[in-house]
């Protein structure tokens, strides 16, 4: 695996989540009502959910790429295909509002439940799976490692990356709720996210095998 793929990899990684969206604001929230300890285990268990989504995409894509041209171009272009979706849905994402309004009268969880719940959260999310099948390929080299470890290498980097963001924003929470609700952030972070979204369809689709 080339430096500079992995470098870029990190490089779309942190962007993708440092942008708003439903995990980290979820975390966010959590951070703000619940503290900063459950906040950490949701993260925790969002994103070692990561693992699974690469698995699967490691030993099913793996062997696409390896055994047929065709398939495997199949694959791309519905990927790319897939990103770009994403990235008209990000250019109709509305402002969130984070507040601290939400119901603190549950019972209070474990640390391992929370880590359960955010874990089964990602897992049994299907657009997940969808994504990381679009988002890992283009992050694949022609030489060293077979694809299967390759992609899951980037699964685990793309985990241990997006641990250490969520909990710093489960650390920072309070000080970030403003920073989230200024429309002018929001307006920044939304055309960022669609413009690395396309970028990453487009290198996929412009990929080869």
Known sequence: MELELILSFIGASIL???MPGPDNIFVLTESITKGQRNGIAISIGLSSGILIHTIAAATGLSIIIQKSAIAFSVIK???AA???YLAVMAVKDKKPVIGIDAIKSEPEK???QLVRKGFFMNVLNPKVSLFFIAFLPQFISNTGFAA???MLILGFIFMIQAILIFAFISVLS???TGVLNSDKFWNITKWSKVSVLAALGLTLAFSKK
Do not use: A, P, R
Request: hydrophobic share 45%.
């Open 110 to 112: 474990s640390f391992l």
């Open 82 to 84: 897939y990103l770009f």
């Open 174 to 176: 309070s000080k970030l």
């Open 16 to 18: 993708l989540t440092v």
């Open 77 to 79: 272009y519905l990927g």
């Open 148 to 150: 299967s470890y390759q």
